[in-house]
Nanobody, 126 residues
């Protein structure tokens, strides 16, 4: 099991940028597939991005963020990042980081599977 803590959320104007971080504690961070999800008020949790374990050479993105968001990981720091550029008001949500056995498991995660952080609020004003 791995414990996850997100940070870096906040209020930003449309078109701006933010970088979210997800710090992990526990064993063998590098062996986990990692990902980001988000949930806006009244909506279901949405897949944002995922990165494979170890080198992180495989990444995947939700259609709504492709070309604007970039996921990365630094195994030496036990941290995963989400660089968010060209933010839009519809990106407003609570962003959660998640860990699972592989990137394939990330894509099909449910709130009661794998490991989840507590979430960080991102608000994009128009």
């Amino acid at each position: 099991q791995v414990h996850l803590v997100e940070s870096g959320g906040g209020l930003v104007q449309s078109g701006g940028s933010l970088r979210l971080s997800c710090a992990a504690s526990g064993r063998a961070f590098e062996g986990y597939g990692m990902g980001w999800f988000r949930q806006a008020p009244g909506k279901e949790r949405e897949f944002v991005a995922a990165i494979s374990s170890w080198s992180g050479h495989i990444t995947g993105y939700g259609d709504s963020v492709k070309g604007r968001f970039t996921i990365s990981r630094d195994n030496d720091k036990n941290t995963m990042y989400l660089q968010m550029n060209r933010l839009k008001p519809e990106d407003t949500a609570v962003y959660y980081c998640a860990a699972a056995a592989s990137i394939a498991h990330i894509r099909v995660m449910t709130p009661d599977s794998g490991s989840w952080g507590q979430g960080t609020q991102v608000t994009v004003s128009s």
